[in-house]
């Protein structure tokens, strides 16, 4: 009898402790705004301060032929900004190497080079088996549309008020294309009803 019990003590340690261990949301997040992300200062966010506002959610990298967009992300962020619109910057060094950088150098380079003011994250995967929760989201757990691993730097997905993915873009799109802005602009005009 001693020994059953000792045997369901160490299965009750062992359940905890892989509980303990698995991400918040183990199963599948009911929106975008139940995720989290350290930002490139190394703050914890919860994205439930977004929630209600439209978002544009781009891996970035500083050494990309596609870097120059990050000048059109900011012009597109003063222009809706005030309108509930957010971007969501993630940096990455999983392509070609070309987000070398550290943390700091990587937020001096954007507001120093590009005057960004929309949030940045802390560089870290955005495809593979490591990659960070968001991208788990974004590229596994969305509609099946929206689906399927990052190809390259600057890929974009647009969120909607209610939270989910509702439009992706590659990276040779322009932020400032008129069928990207289209769609931040309907989304804009969306209302979603406040849970009581």
Known sequence: MWHACGMHTKLFI????????APAWAGEPASFFDLSATSISGERISFDRYRGKVLLVVNTASRCGFTPQYAELQKLYERYRERGFEILAFPSNDFAGQ???????????????????????SRAPVCGPAKQEVFRFLTESCAADFTGEIKW?????????????????????????????REIEGLLEEHVPQSK
């Not at 070398?100 to 929309?118: A, D, L, M, Q, V």
């Open 99 to 121: 987000e070398p950088g550290t943390n700091e150098e990587i937020k001096t380079f954007c507001e120093s080079r590009f005057h960004i003011t929309f949030p940045l994250f």
């Open 153 to 181: 730097n600057f890929e974009k997905f647009l969120i909607g008020r209610d939270g989910r993915v509702r439009a992706r873009f590659d990276s040779f799109t322009n932020p400032l294309s008129a069928h990207l802005v």
């Open 14 to 21: 062992f359940l905890a402790s892989a509980l303990a261990a």
